[in-house]
């Protein structure tokens, strides 16, 4: 043989070898997949165990009376949320600070007015702090008039409107 041909077949057969590795299809694969993701958004709803009705309600109030009325507010929502409590109208008939409210969260124990009746300032909120979904807080509202009224305080009247509301939090970033 001659040594051009010796050198050529070698050749030929690291060509052919090539040729089938490339066209077999030998190529290492993998992949991963997700199911649809999903979002969905919170509610704020709370309830009001004397929602449409006055809190309290007392004719012939006289010097040294008090009276107590008591309601609930339970966040029914799915997000924790600032409540609030707002006096949206008030009236005071009676002479100085004769006329006395005072509310009270009875589930803290924390205090959220004492002053003169009507003295919260109309249409401004009032924070009443955090309550998370599924919790119940409870408040009472105690009015007392004066052991000292005067004889001019007879027949007067005082009457306010409250509105209680939930806002939500700031926004916060989750992760899974």
């Given at each position: 043989m ?7 077949v070698?050749?030929?057969?690291l ?6 590795a490339v066209?077999?299809g030998?190529?290492?694969?993998s992949?991963?997949?997700n199911?649809i ?7 704020l709803?709370q309830?009001?165990?004397k ?5 309290f309600d ?6 040294g009376?008090?009276?107590n009325?008591n309601l609930?507010?339970t966040n ?5 949320a600032?409540?609030?409590l ?9 002479s ?7 509310i009270t969260?009875?589930?803290t124990g924390?205090?959220v007015y004492?002053?003169?009746f ?8 009032t924070d ?5 979904p ?5 408040y009472?509202?105690t009015?007392k008039l004066?052991?000292?009224a005067p ?7 005082a009457?306010?409107a409250?509105?209680w509301d ?5 926004g916060e970033?989750?992760s899974?």
């Amino acid at each position: 043989m001659k040594m051009s041909t010796k050198v050529l077949v070698p050749l030929a057969t690291l060509t052919a070898a090539g040729a089938i590795a490339v066209g077999s299809g030998a190529t290492f694969t993998s992949q991963t997949g997700n199911t649809i993701s999903a979002v969905t958004s919170g509610t704020l709803q709370q309830t009001n165990s004397k929602d449409g009705a006055a809190i309290f309600d007392l004719s012939n109030l006289k010097p040294g009376d008090t009276l107590n009325g008591n309601l609930t507010l339970t966040n029914t929502g799915s997000l924790p949320a600032s409540f609030g409590l707002t006096e949206t109208s008030s009236a005071n008939a009676f002479s100085a600070d004769n006329l006395t409210l005072t509310i009270t969260d009875t589930t803290t124990g924390a205090s959220v007015y004492a002053g003169t009746f009507g003295g919260l300032v109309d249409g401004t909120r009032t924070d009443l702090g955090v309550v998370q979904p599924g919790v119940a807080e409870s408040y009472r509202f105690t009015v007392k008039l004066a052991t000292a009224a005067p004889n001019t305080d007879q027949g007067k009247t005082a009457s306010a409107a409250y509105k209680w509301d939930a806002v939500q939090l700031n926004g916060e970033t989750k992760s899974q």
